[in-house]
């Protein structure tokens, strides 16, 4: 569901408040109270949001454990950044990762900003180019070039003037869900990443539609929880049994079977980083993901890996 909201505040408490909503662990304090303001104008979704942040003042912030990318481009004014312990300047379009991120200002200044999920990097990326992109990485926080920065300006502007200032077409599913996507892959052609270089399938493969995509993300989400096939369906907006054949038409496989092998690999990525000195066992991952019966865990395992789960762990 898309959203649009704008609001202000004097008081770095409020704003603290505020922007926790977003921000995960947010710290925000000043040196001087009495100069202190800021507004903020946002709109998008869950997913994708543009944002534009007027400051006046100076002030300090730190915050960590988020599950997004921020695209921020300081315009006017200047910000120093902490970024996992790097220093760097704000000047020009900056990639600030999901990781521990502090800032610093002395005085006024004014910023845009675009939040991707990194879900939704990683599904655009899997749409495009198959298990090849499924996990995006980006090797640097700029741009390639001032050109592909100058690319990522001009989408972001695209979008944030042409759609999302306009109700009509931010609440317009297609437009939006369009847009998002531009900006996404925008995203991943402006800066060094991991899917740069690699073709898309050519066996016919081809980006799922809307409703696959919303299905799967919903999996994602919940996947160590327990939920049931009409859950997913409500989901992708779809009728159970069109679910079910929408999944059979476009991946040869039905929802249940999409569901266990996400799990699978959820269950792997565990194995790996798991420590047997440390109690972790098969069992323990295996129940931690969904699987009630180990032997059949270990077996479907077996499987899809070409190994038992016991031997991942003790590797």
Do not use: C
């Not at 898309?200 to 539609?209: E, I, K, N, S, V």
């Not at 809307?210 to 009409?230: D, G, K, N, Q, V």
């Amino acid at each position: 569901m898309q959203y649009s909201l704008a609001w202000a505040a004097t008081h770095p408490e409020d704003a603290e408040e505020r922007l926790g909503r977003t921000y995960q662990n947010l710290e925000l304090g000043t040196d001087d109270p009495d100069g202190f303001a800021v507004s903020v104008a946002e709109s998008g979704d869950k997913t994708v949001a543009l944002a534009r942040t007027d400051w006046t003042g100076s002030a300090h912030a730190r915050t960590d454990g988020n599950s997004f990318f921020s695209i921020g481009d300081v315009y006017e004014g200047r910000v120093a950044l902490t970024v996992a312990g790097e220093e760097l300047d704000s000047a020009g379009v900056v990639l600030l990762p999901p990781v521990d991120i502090r800032a610093r200002w002395e005085a006024s200044h004014r910023s845009r900003e675009v939040r991707i999920e990194r879900t939704a990097i990683d599904a655009f990326a899997r749409d495009h180019l198959g298990a090849a992109g499924a996990e995006v990485a980006f090797s640097s926080l700029r741009p390639l070039s001032p050109a592909h920065e100058r690319l990522w300006r001009s989408v972001e502007r695209h979008v944030r003037e042409d759609i999302a200032a306009h109700g009509d077409l931010l609440h317009n599913d297609l437009v939006w869900e369009a847009a998002t996507r531009h900006l996404i892959g925008t995203l991943l052609t402006a800066f060094p990443n991991s899917t740069l270089g690699l073709e898309q399938p050519t066996d016919g493969a081809r980006a799922l539609p809307a409703t696959i995509r919303r299905a799967i993300a919903y999996m994602e989400e919940h996947l160590s929880e327990p939920f049931s096939l009409a859950d997913v369906a409500d989901a992708a907006r779809l009728s159970p049994r069109g679910l079910q054949d929408a999944f059979q038409r476009l991946l040869g496989r039905t929802p249940t079977q999409q569901l266990r092998l996400l799990r699978l690999e959820a269950a792997r990525a565990d194995l790996v980083a798991a420590d047997p000195s440390d109690g972790d066992t098969v069992r323990e991952i295996a129940h931690r993901w969904g699987f009630v019966h180990v032997a059949r865990f270990s077996a479907a395992y077996r499987d899809r890996y070409g190994e038992n789960p016991r031997e991942t762990l003790q590797r």
